[in-house]
């Protein structure tokens, strides 16, 4: 009896061994898996927090992991337009700023329709010249190319490190722009062939055209220009609709903007007529800022006897009409210096927002009597 109870104890002690190592195996594949289940959602999770050794302080300490930034189309905006940029990138290239001519000669003018950015200011004789600013667009061909002005290089300061071209200039403009450390800038009449070509179809000096891409290489500059105004979707309180806005620069420069509610921009015309680029296209705008300035003469004439410079004053304050949206909006614009961009408010203080898209900058002297139909 004896011998058979310590048989039977044995067997007991083996049988709670088995059992003990079972669950002992159990507990070790759960832990395991849990480990394997946490350390896959740490290494899945973006907002995952893993501790990592400090190797400054020989301590431990737990950091945040983010997955790296990557650019993305709904991500990337033209600094001067406010659209998707192209490819989901911004061009790495500075704003390309070009002299064109406006004079009857020179219209319908090629590339105006592809700018960024377009600027009508006041030259001598009662006309008016552009100066068409590119960086997200490219058109193939833009002129005709015409000289340079004083205020030239005073309106694209704002761009950051631009390039400016022009068809030569009176020397005083030559030297002065030349002494702008901060611009690029190319006489097209230095060049004999491309990126410049002399087209056969108009005369000189209406026939000088330039490649924007052609242009670009010619300057190693990759750093694409600031914003240039502050956009928005939304429309701003404190306008109202407007039809037509008049801008009589002269007999020769009678420019209007007129409301289309279809194509949703601005169309331009000349005394009643609508205004073509080389394409067959009316231009139009989705924003035109119309900036009232000073306008003294300049000390030198440009064409000839009696045709002294209009200087446009660019920097300081003064009214301005924002016309977007089909809706006028009146205040002012300031710019303190020559490096900041231009800023529109309303006359509660209230910042003047463009929508995206292209925009048409009215540089106009104090002089010319605009004028505004209301939208019926």
Known sequence: MAQHSRAKKRRGRQQRRVRLIKVLGVLAIAVIVIGAITLDSLRTSPNARIPVKDRSVGTSKTVQSTPPATATSTSARCPLTDLPAPNGQVPQRPALAIKVGNDPGARPQSGLSGADVVYEVQAEGGITRFIAVFQCQSPPMVGPIRSLRWVDWHVVH???????????????????????????????????????????????????????????????????????????????????????????????????????????????????????????????????????????????????????????????????????????????????????????????????????????????????????????
Do not use: C, M
């Not at 722009?177 to 990126?195: E, R």
């Not at 007529?273 to 924003?287: C, D, I, R, V, W």
């Not at 119309?290 to 009214?319: C, I, M, R, W």
């Not at 900041?340 to 995206?356: F, H, V």
């Open 158 to 376: 704002q761009l950051g490190h631009p390039i400016l071209v022009s068809a030569g200039g009176i020397i005083p403009d030559i030297q002065g722009v030349k002494a702008q450390g901060w611009l690029h800038y190319i006489d097209a009449l230095s060049y004999v062939g491309a990126p410049f070509v002399r087209i056969t179809s108009r005369v000189p000096p209406e026939n000088l055209y330039g490649s924007t891409a052609e242009i670009w290489k010619l300057v190693g500059s990759k750093t694409p220009p600031p914003r240039l105004f502050d956009f928005s979707t939304q429309v701003p309180a404190g306008g109202n609709g407007v039809d037509t806005v008049v801008l009589p620069f002269s007999a020769a420069e009678d420019v209007s903007w007129e409301w289309s509610a279809s194509a949703g921009r601005f169309l331009r015309f000349y005394s009643g007529q609508p205004a073509y680029g080389n394409g067959g296209e009316q231009l139009s705008a989705t924003n035109v800022v119309v900036q009232f300035v000073n306008a003294p003469p300049g000390k030198y004439n440009e064409s000839g006897p009696d045709s002294l410079g209009v200087h446009s004053q660019t920097v300081g304050e003064g009214s301005v009409w924002i016309l977007r949206n089909g809706e006028i909006f009146k205040g002012h614009w300031e710019r303190r210096t020559l490096e900041q961009p231009t800023s529109y408010y309303l006359s509660n203080g209230e910042q003047i927002t463009l929508a995206p898209g292209q925009t048409w900058v009215e540089v106009v002297p104090n002089w010319v009597q605009a004028s505004e139909t209301p939208a019926p």
